[in-house]
Nanobody, 122 residues
Framework: QLQASGGGLVQAGGSLRLSCAAS????????MGWFRQAPGKEREFVAA????????AYADSVKGRFAISRDNTKNTVYLQMSSLKPEDTAVYYC?????????????????WGQGTLVTVSS
């Protein structure tokens, strides 16, 4: 089970940190990802991190502004978002998949959290 938190309202240029807590004892074996879905749009990839935290991947739209990290001792993955833009407004979902493949394909993530809303005002 995945529980995302940390969303809220922030002004453009501001920062937020999202957290996703996972239950169960297999967190360290999972690739973790963040996706987002803006109103009227399809869900899209944001960032992903491999099990050890050594490898990460980002969507071009967030590269250099967002940072994904994980703490396997706390079964938690984070998304630090900086220099936020109004177009970052969306519901953000954390997701997990077994194996080592670091992928942007949402259909390859088997486990999903409930989402947390991020609203960036201009």
């Amino acid at each position: 089970q995945l529980q995302a938190s940390g969303g809220g309202l922030v002004q453009a240029g501001g920062s937020l940190r999202l957290s996703c807590a996972a239950s169960g004892r297999t967190f360290s074996s999972l690739v973790m990802g963040w996706f987002r879905q803006a109103p009227g749009k399809e869900r899209e990839f944001v960032a992903a991190i491999r099990r050890s935290g050594s490898d990460t991947a980002y969507a071009d739209s967030v590269k250099g502004r967002f940072a994904i990290s994980r703490d396997n001792t706390k079964n938690t993955v984070y998304l630090q978002m900086s220099s936020l833009k109004p177009e970052d407004t969306a519901v953000y979902y954390c997701a997990a998949r077994s194996g080592s493949l670091l992928t942007v394909a949402l259909e390859l993530y088997a486990y999903w959290g409930q989402g947390t809303l991020v609203t960036v005002s201009s």
